[in-house]
């Protein structure tokens, strides 16, 4: 029996009860990009792609997550390819962007760029899927920025490298390295903004989505017994690897601000600022190298 994309389209959106995410998967399984599926409507469906939707059909029923079966996903104005082996991009992540050119924006030119022209050093430590880093790299200007993205994880970073190959000509800005937190860069560099989400959940958190502890990466959530293991390290090697009056800006969970503000202070960061989310929970760390500016 033949069967049209538009009537495939709505068998799919009654099946995932809802209209916009049948789209989404209609169109993943037609490779289509989503004004082409419009023009697909009374096509017939191949064999190929109706096979395809079969697959992504059965991978939800199992109760993956629809951003690994739609194998993309949205993260400010950039469409990340996304599998298991990287954290899905979470909306209050986007905050975290905007906290980061927040800081650069307002951050005083030191005295040789004022000379020379200046040229910004940040930062994303632990990459995952490339999301804080690569967006930063597209929303800055083309000229003088440099991007670090890192990740202790080579499957992370296979991911992020697709990922860097699609943001066009602001890529060759976009440096990436392999290895824990700081180890990932090369000696003796200096950022003006280290940017990081670094798993924070406890060891344990009975609060973890079934969802997300099932599929997401163990390495990408879990940051020891009180979900502060990787934030130390990170906080504690800081003021080292920041410029006079740079700026660590990291994403942190609901219940560490006043944990993170402590760390932050004792390591001798300044001009501390724990900030909320969209639903008014403490989620970004903000902290510069020194007070002069
Ligand atoms: N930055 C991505 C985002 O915001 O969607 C991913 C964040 S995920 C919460 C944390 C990331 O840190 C994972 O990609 C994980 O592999 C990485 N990670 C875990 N331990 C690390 C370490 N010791 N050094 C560097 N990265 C690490
Ligand atoms: N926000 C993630 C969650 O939903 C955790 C991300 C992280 O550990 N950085 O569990």
């Given at each position: 029996m033949t069967v049209t994309w538009r009537?495939?389209?709505a068998e799919t959106q009654r099946a995932v009860g809802g209209q916009q995410v049948g789209r989404w998967i209609v169109e993943a399984a037609s490779g289509c990009p989503s004004d082409e599926l419009t023009t697909l409507l009374d096509v017939e469906v191949g064999e190929?792609?109706?096979?395809?939707?079969d697959a992504m059909m059965e991978r939800l029923a199992a109760g993956e997550p629809l951003q690994y079966v739609l194998g993309s996903w949205g993260f400010?104005?950039?469409?990340?390819?996304?599998?298991?082996?990287?954290?899905?991009?979470?909306?209050?992540?986007?905050?975290?962007?905007?906290?980061?050119?927040?800081?650069?924006?307002?951050?005083p030119a030191r005295r040789a760029e004022r000379r020379d022209g200046e040229h910004l050093m940040?930062?994303?430590?632990?990459?995952?899927?490339?999301?804080?880093?690569?967006?930063l790299a597209s929303e800055l200007p083309l000229d003088g920025v440099t991007v670090w993205i890192t990740d202790v994880s080579a499957d992370a970073l296979d991911v992020a490298g697709a990922n860097l190959a699609g943001i066009?000509?602001?890529?060759?800005?976009?440096?990436?390295?392999?290895?824990?937190?700081y180890d990932a860069l090369e000696p003796d560099l200096r950022f003006d903004v280290i940017v990081s989400n670094p798993p924070y959940v406890a060891d344990g958190d009975p609060d973890v989505e079934a969802v997300v502890r099932d599929h997401e990466p163990e390495e990408a959530l879990f940051g020891g017994p009180?979900?502060?293991?990787?934030?130390?390290?990170?906080?504690?090697g800081a003021a080292e690897h920041l410029r006079c009056g740079g700026s660590l800006v990291m994403e942190i969970g609901a219940t560490h601000g006043r944990a993170v503000a402590g760390l932050l202070d004792r390591a001798g960061l300044v001009d501390i600022d724990i900030r909320p989310d969209l639903s008014g929970h403490d989620r970004i760390a903000i902290a510069r190298s020194f007070a002069g500016g």
């Open positions: 009537t495939l389209l190929r792609a109706s096979a395809r939707l400010r104005h950039l469409d990340l390819a996304v599998d298991p082996r990287v954290l899905i991009p979470r909306p209050e992540t986007e905050l975290v962007v905007d906290a980061a050119l927040d800081v650069l924006a307002r951050r940040i930062a994303d430590l632990g990459t995952g899927s490339g999301a804080i880093g690569l967006a066009g000509r602001r890529a060759r800005n976009v440096r990436v390295g392999l290895g824990s937190w009180d979900g502060l293991e990787h934030i130390r390290t990170i906080v504690s």
